[in-house]
């Protein structure tokens, strides 16, 4: 089976990251978008997700018309995007039982493309654990390195290659 080059990128409440080791990863009742690029040429064609371990009989869950329009069934939705050549995969209110593996995929004559990605669902933050304070270098001190600054827990954190551990 021939695989079409695809980048994921995550987006998981307003958090964005490259997901490169084709790992994605949602909160308990979150949701969870996943966009998958396409080359030129292939903006026409209908788009889709499917879920199961095996390309061959994975089950699609929501495909798109060949145009723009949003499609949604339940709590998928797909929606292209021909001139950033994208097409968007929703999973909204996850489950515990929606961590699979997926694929996106095109539909063309014969053999469809696509490639595999898995979701995994992190449990929800317990809203009973408080956030920590951040010790503060007093007006005047030095701090010492690496952290020059306190943490402001309001900004997003930023992943730049999250595979790197």
Known sequence: MWLL??????????HF???????????????LTVRCAYGQ??????????RGNDWNSCKILVKTTGSEQLV????????????RRTFTMTLEDLQQD??????CGIEQFGTDVGIEFSVIVNPAPDPTDSPKPVARTPAGRASSPPFTQGINSSQPIVLINPHSR
Do not use: M
């Open 41 to 50: 040429g292939w903006e026409s064609y209908k788009k889709w997700l499917c």
């Open 5 to 14: 080059p695809v980048l994921f990128l995550l987006v998981i409440q307003g």
């Open 98 to 103: 929606d961590a699979d593996t997926y694929w």
């Open 17 to 31: 990251c490259t997901c490169e080791g084709k790992k994605v990863r949602g909160t308990l009742g979150g949701t």
């Open 72 to 83: 949604k069934k339940g709590q998928v939705s797909i929606q292209d995007n021909h001139s």
